[in-house]
C-alpha cells in the first residue's frame, strides 16, 4: 500500500528557503502523480503544487508560483517542494500527496495522503 513519509520542514526566517522531500514507502514505486497542500491553523487547506507521474508537466497554486518548484523522481516515486523566498503566510502544516490521476491531485481528491510536516517562517 502507498504510505507516504514527508520530511525538511522547519523554522525559517522570511525570504528564506526549505526544501520539502516526500517519498513512497510502501510497495509501489512508479505511476503516481503527485503534489502538496498545506492548511494553516483555522484555514482551509489549500493546494500548492502538482506534477505529473512522468515529470515535467506541472501546476503550481498563484500564492507560490515563482517562489516554489514542485520535482519529482519519477524512479523512487518521490516528490520535493523547493521553496525560495519564503513569507510568513507561508506558514502551515505541508501535505503531499498522491494518485494514479494527475487530474486528481491538481483538482484537490488525491487518494493519499501524508503525515504533513511544519513549515513555520517568521517575520
Known amino acids: 500500500q502507498v504510505q507516504l513519509v514527508e520530511s525538511g520542514g522547519g523554522l525559517v526566517q522570511a525570504g528564506g528557503s526549505l526544501r520539502l522531500s516526500c517519498a513512497d514507502s510502501?510497495?509501489?514505486?512508479?505511476?503516481?502523480?503527485m503534489g502538496w497542500f498545506r492548511q494553516a491553523p483555522g484555514k482551509e487547506r489549500e493546494f500548492v503544487a502538482a506534477i505529473r507521474w512522468n515529470g515535467g508537466v506541472t501546476r503550481t497554486a498563484d500564492s507560490v508560483k515563482g517562489r516554489f518548484t514542485i520535482s519529482k523522481d519519477g524512479a523512487k516515486n518521490s516528490v520535493y517542494l523547493q521553496m525560495n523566498s519564503l513569507k510568513p503566510e507561508d506558514t502551515a502544516l505541508y501535505y503531499c500527496?498522491?494518485?494514479?490521476?494527475?487530474?486528481?491531485?491538481?483538482?484537490?481528491?488525491?487518494?493519499?495522503w501524508g503525515q504533513g510536516t511544519q513549515v513555520t517562517v517568521s517575520s
Open positions: 510502501g510497495r509501489t514505486s512508479s505511476g503516481y502523480a
Open positions: 500527496a498522491a494518485d494514479w490521476s494527475y487530474d486528481n491531485v491538481w483538482n484537490g481528491i488525491p487518494r493519499y
